[in-house]
C-alpha cells in the first residue's frame, strides 16, 4: 500500500495499475489497499492491466481517500477444449483456440482463467505434435490429456512470451492427468504449483516431462502408472 497523509495531486490524468501475479479467494472476498491518501484520489482515471487469467476476476474501485483492488466471486469454473489445431498456437491469443464442447467449435467468451479445466484436445484436432504457446501468465484449475481417435501428440506446452502456468486446484485429487492411452506431454514453461494436486500418468504408455522449472508451496502426490520426468530446478516450498 502507498499512504501519504497529504492530498493527492493526480488531476485528471489516467494510472495504469500492472499486476503481474496475484492469489485471490474464489469468493470475492479478498480486497487489496492500493493507495491510501488524504483526498484527490477519485480524480483519475485508472486502468487495470492485469493477466489473462485474472479477466472478469478484479475491479478497481476509488474513493477520495482510497484505491482499493477488489476480487470478484467466481461463477464456477469452465471446461475448455484445446481447439486451435497443431500450432504453434497461443493459450491467450484468441477464444476461437478454444471450444466449450468435446465435438468442437462453440468458442467459449475468454481464454482460460482461474477455475478452468483446460482438456486437450477437441476432437476436431488433427494428428501429429501439438506445440501451444502461454503468451501471458496463465492459471487453471487442472490440466487433463485425454486419448483421442485421431492420434494428436505429443502435446507441449511453452512459455512464449508468457512466464508461468500456475495450477491451483479446487479438488486436492486434481492437477495434472493424463488419460489411459493418452499422449505425452511435455511443459516446457515454468510451472507453479499453486494449491494440493495430483499428478495422474495413467498409461505405462505415457509421460509427463516438466523442463521449464517448478515453483510453489502446494503438496503434490505422483499416481497412476508414474512417467514424470522433471528436468530443471525446483523452488518448492
Not at 492459471?139 to 500456475?166: C, M, Y
Not at 486436492?172 to 499428478?199: C, N, Y
Request: hydrophobic share 40%; proline share 4%; net charge negative.
Amino acid at each position: 500500500t502507498i499512504t501519504t497523509a497529504n492530498a493527492a495531486t493526480t488531476g485528471s490524468n489516467t494510472i495504469t495499475i500492472n499486476i503481474t501475479a496475484l492469489g485471490i479467494t474464489d469468493d470475492g472476498t479478498s480486497v487489496n489497499n492500493l493507495i491510501e491518501a488524504s483526498s484527490g484520489l477519485d480524480a483519475p482515471n485508472y486502468v487495470l492491466n492485469a493477466p489473462s487469467y485474472l479477466n472478469g476476476r478484479v475491479s478497481i474501485s476509488e474513493s477520495a481517500g482510497l484505491v482499493q483492488l477488489q476480487s470478484i466471486a467466481g461463477t464456477g469454473g469452465r471446461i475448455l477444449y484445446w481447439d486451435g489445431g497443431n500450432g504453434p498456437f497461443s493459450w491467450t491469443d484468441s477464444p476461437a483456440n478454444w471450444s466449450a464442447a468435446k465435438t468442437g467449435g462453440a468458442a467459449p467468451a475468454s481464454t482460460p482463467a482461474i477455475d478452468d479445466t483446460v482438456i486437450f484436445t477437441a476432437d476436431g484436432v488433427a494428428a501429429g505434435a501439438l506445440n501451444t504457446t502461454l503468451d501471458d501468465d496463465v492459471r487453471i484449475d487442472s490440466l487433463i490429456v485425454e486419448s483421442n481417435d485421431n492420434a494428436t501428440g505429443p502435446i507441449t506446452i511453452a512459455a512464449g512470451t508468457g512466464s508461468f502456468l500456475g495450477i491451483a486446484p479446487v479438488t486436492t485429487t486434481d492437477g495434472i492427468e493424463i488419460s489411459s492411452g493418452g499422449p505425452d506431454l511435455t511443459v516446457s514453461a515454468p510451472l507453479r504449483i499453486l494449491g494440493d494436486q495430483e499428478w495422474d500418468v495413467q498409461d505405462a504408455a505415457s509421460s509427463l516431462t516438466l523442463s521449464g522449472g517448478l515453483e510453489g508451496e502446494g503438496n503434490v502426490a505422483i499416481v497412476g502408472a508414474v512417467t514424470t520426468t522433471i528436468s530443471a530446478a525446483a523452488d518448492v516450498g
